[in-house]
């Protein structure tokens, strides 16, 4: 059973960083293209970045263009999301995503197999 852990959430002002984590079990995370996506209370939720399984192609929505960064390590089975220069309008819960079925860069959240529980990214004005 593959499962999806995200750390690294918590409350930061409004210009500061923050990095989350995504440490995924139980399935061939090599071979996994990874995404994050986040929800604010009352909103659709947002793709914000997604990577290849080899790392070697990444993109991100167009609110953190600049701002956020997506990598992964293979060799720990973790992908990572930096985030800098956070606004208020960053908060939300981040999810990260998991879609084991293509060697491409998935955009869309119905693309992806498997979720995380999510982690709160609160940011202060």
């Given at each position: 059973q593959v499962q999806l852990v995200e750390s690294g959430g918590g409350l930061v002002q409004a210009g500061g960083s923050l990095r989350l984590s995504c440490a995924v079990s139980g399935g061939t995370f090599s071979g996994y293209a990874m995404?994050?996506?986040r929800q604010a209370p009352g909103k659709e939720r947002e793709f914000v970045a997604a990577i290849n399984w080899s790392g070697n192609t990444v993109d991100y929505g167009d609110s953190v263009k600049g701002r956020f960064t997506i990598s992964r390590d293979n060799a720990k089975n973790t992908v990572y999301l930096q985030m800098n220069s956070l606004r208020p309008e960053d908060t939300a819960v981040y999810y990260c995503a998991g879609d084991p079925?293509?060697?491409?860069?998935?955009?869309?959240?119905?693309?992806?197999?498997y979720w995380g529980q999510?982690?709160?990214?609160?940011?202060?004005?």
């Open positions: 995404g994050w996506f079925t293509t060697l491409r860069v998935p955009l869309r959240g119905v693309d992806y197999d999510g982690t709160q990214v609160t940011v202060s004005s």
